[in-house]
């Protein structure tokens, strides 16, 4: 299955197609994500569970115009801020 960016429709490829995951979202992607998002209470999709795809950059901008929130990097704890991608 092909997934494109939710948000410029570039084309969200796999790092390793001999790899198979169980789900999408489980794969390894080059520069971008696959992640299933659940719709809650109070959205008129309520319950609805969606795979969306996202690259890099379209995050990348949409930290830059106060759009997303960093979170913080899974792998490393001790990240506290988020660093631009260089261009």
């Known amino acids: 299955m092909e997934f494109k ?11 390793d197609p001999s790899f198979k995951p169980e789900s999408p979202e489980k794969g390894m ?15 008129k999709l309520d319950g609805n569970m969606h795979l969306i795809a996202i690259c890099d950059y379209c995050i990348d901008k949409a930290m830059s ?23």
């Open 5 to 15: 960016c939710i948000a410029c429709r570039y084309v969200i490829s796999e790092c």
């Open 29 to 43: 992607h080059r520069n971008g994500t696959i992640e299933k998002i659940h719709m809650g209470y109070g959205s």
């Open 65 to 87: 115009d106060g759009v997303a929130t960093f979170e913080g990097d899974y792998m490393c704890d001790q990240v506290k801020e988020y660093k631009p991608l260089k261009k």
